[in-house]
């Protein structure tokens, strides 16, 4: 058989106005903003990479669960679960995903602490308030904030997060390095408990707090209408007793940390922070 050959096409030379925007144009790269990049980010340790590789796993697999009832029914049903199991006190459809997996075991971290978690980046956007739950960024499904109680006894805050349940629990439309944040209370006089107690005790132990906004998003595929963003660590410096809508509320201020202080230096691959 005869090999055929294919006559050599005489490529043509670019204008000026072609050349000067063939240089200029770059290839664009799409990434999906609502879960974690796969890409191994060589400021942080391996160690940080893998955290952030079982985040990704984790809410894949929360994403598939929330989107196809055939796949929650097998789970509930692997781990003795009724396929309504989770859905206590009104929780909407991603508590009860959130739950089918931490029964599964597939929840990335399971203890609550103070401060920031390793395979998590500020700015990291997600759909849904039990994402956050899947690997410990802000666990309680309902309440803006989350709390612990320490060694001394006292509760600490370790996240807020918008719940925009009602007019309280809302963080002002201010920039990101001055926050302020209406405590809890629904239509009532708030008073300094649970987690606006928590909150106010930050300020004496100076303890960080993680902050996820809630903002509305056009470009939602999951419907959900919302993204999460975590902002970062905020410290609580004050707090303030006021009067809004006839109802006693508290208003706390939080403040950005330094980007220093934002990610524990064990995580920092070349542990050298620019002052």
Known sequence: ?????RKPVKERALSKSNQARSVGKKKKRHVKASYASEDEDTTFTSEWNDCRRNITDALRCYKKLWKDKRPRDKFSNQHKMSPKQGRCRGLALDGRVANILKVSGKWVNTIKQIG???GIKIGDEYHWRGELCVFGLHYNFQRGIDYISSVEGET?????VDSCRYDRGIISRVPCPNLTYTGEGENRDQMLEGGNLALKNNIHYKKPVRVIRKYNSD?????SRYKFV???LYRVTRFDKEIESGFSVYKFQLDMLEDHQQYDSKWNQKRIWRH
Request: one cysteine or more; charged letters at 5%.
């Open 116 to 118: 920031c978690f390793p």
């Open 230 to 232: 975590y902002e970062g």
């Open 156 to 160: 600490l805050a370790t996240s807020i």
């Open 1 to 5: 058989m005869v090999p055929s050959h």
């Open 219 to 223: 470009n939602n595929a999951n419907a």
